[in-house]
């Protein structure tokens, strides 16, 4: 995260009530239903400063689901393999191979009712 005055880095910190050196992902995950979190990003080297207030609205988990578990699981790691893919043309190449696994996937489904009925 950069600072919107200065361009340098920014640290994220959240409290009051947390210690510091807590994460906001660990937070959220300790939370309840309609609590705040406030959450204040600093940048040192200018000064800039912001503070902002969450309310956690709603709380969904997949708890006992693991197949919704391993897929998210899958999701996060797909796309951090995504985020270290600095070349476009590499990109667009991994979407076109989706693609064409997913006709793929269609049309031998299509083949599998068709020949069932």
């Given at each position: ?5 200065c361009?340098?880095?920014v640290?994220?910190e959240v ?17 309840d ?18 503070v902002r207030?969450?309310?956690?609205e ?12 391993e897929?998210a699981?899958?999701v996060d ?14 990109l667009?190449e ?5 693609r064409?696994q997913?006709r793929?996937?269609q049309a ?10």
């Amino acid at each position: 995260m950069n600072c919107p005055a200065c361009g340098s880095s920014v640290t994220l910190e959240v409290g009051p009530d947390w210690p510091p050196s807590t994460s906001l992902p660990d937070v959220l995950l300790a939370v309840d239903e309609d609590e705040r979190i406030e959450v204040t990003r600093n940048c040192w080297d200018c000064g800039w400063h912001e503070v902002r207030q969450l309310r956690v609205e709603s709380i969904d988990t997949t708890e006992g689901d693991e197949a919704a578990v391993e897929r998210a699981a899958l999701v996060d790691e797909i796309t951090d393999d995504l985020a270290t893919i600095t070349d476009s043309t590499t990109l667009e190449e991994i979407r076109a191979e989706i693609r064409r696994q997913r006709r793929h996937d269609q049309a031998t489904t299509d083949t599998e009712e068709e020949t069932s009925e």
